[in-house]
């Protein structure tokens, strides 16, 4: 059975730092391109941070860049996402997502990700 397991939620205030993961199982995540995304309450989900299948090429919504740190363990099938100096603006729903060009597209169930003093 494929999955993919965020870990939290989390509660930090702002100018804190939070670090997530997503485990995936059934599948290896080495062919396939990684993603963040994330959902505030009423907007669309958007693309937070990806990294690529080879190369390790990694890209970044502006509104994190400089902020937010994509990287993969292909040994432990895991994908990370370390949050920096966060913002009450981060508040959302974070998703993780693996993708590959053949059709495959998963994604986790989400995580709630709350930035409040």
């Known amino acids: 059975q494929v999955q993919l397991q965020e870990s939290g939620p989390g509660l930090v205030k702002p100018g804190g730092s939070l670090r997530l993961s997503c485990v995936a199982s059934g599948f290896t995540i080495t062919s396939y391109a990684m993603n963040w995304y994330r959902q505030a309450p009423g907007k669309e989900r958007e693309l937070v941070a990806g990294?690529?299948?080879?190369?390790?090429?990694?890209n970044y919504a502006d509104s994190v860049k400089g902020r937010f740190t994509i990287s993969r363990d292909n040994t432990k099938n895991t994908l990370v996402l370390q949050m920096n100096s966060l913002k009450p603006e981060d508040t959302a729903v974070y998703f993780c997502?693996?993708?590959?060009?053949?059709?495959?597209?998963?994604w986790g169930q989400g995580t709630q990700v709350t930035v409040s003093s």
């Open positions: 990294i690529r299948s080879t190369g390790g090429r990694t």
């Open positions: 997502n693996a993708f590959r060009f053949d059709g495959n597209n998963y």
